[in-house]
Nanobody, 115 residues
Framework: QVQLVESGGGLVQPGGSLRLSCAAS????????MGWYRQAPGSQRELVAT???????NYVDSVKGRFSVSRDNAKNTVYLQMNSLKPEDTAVYYC?????????WGQGTQVTVSA
């Protein structure tokens, strides 16, 4: 059974940094692409960043140059380093993967950027 567990969220001031982690189990982690999504109150869930098994990354324009996605296959963990955080980055952040046409989600971790 695939499980994804996010951690690392919290309250941070504008301009600050956070690193989110997503620990995966029940899957051959190294061969699958991983994604980070976020959902703000009253908004649709949006894709923030993806990281393929070969290391290719993609980012939504609003986070380019500020966020960085990485993975540690030995730890079955994907990370989202978030720098220069803005109030508009406030959201619940989810990690995601797709295996044989099925999508898997973690429970999410809250990130709040506020003075």
């Amino acid at each position: 059974q695939v499980q994804l567990v996010e951690s690392g969220g919290g309250l941070v001031q504008p301009g600050g940094s956070l690193r989110l982690s997503c620990a995966a189990s029940g899957m051959l982690f190294s061969i699958y692409s991983m994604g980070w999504y976020r959902q703000a109150p009253g908004s649709q869930r949006e894709l923030v960043a993806t990281l393929s098994s070969d290391g290719t990354t993609n980012y939504v324009d609003s986070v380019k140059g500020r966020f960085s996605v990485s993975r540690d296959n030995a730890k079955n963990t994907v990370y989202l380093q978030m720098n220069s955080l803005k109030p508009e980055d406030t959201a619940v952040y989810y990690c995601n993967t797709r295996i044989w046409g099925s999508y898997y989600w973690g429970q999410g971790t809250q990130v709040t950027v506020s003075a």
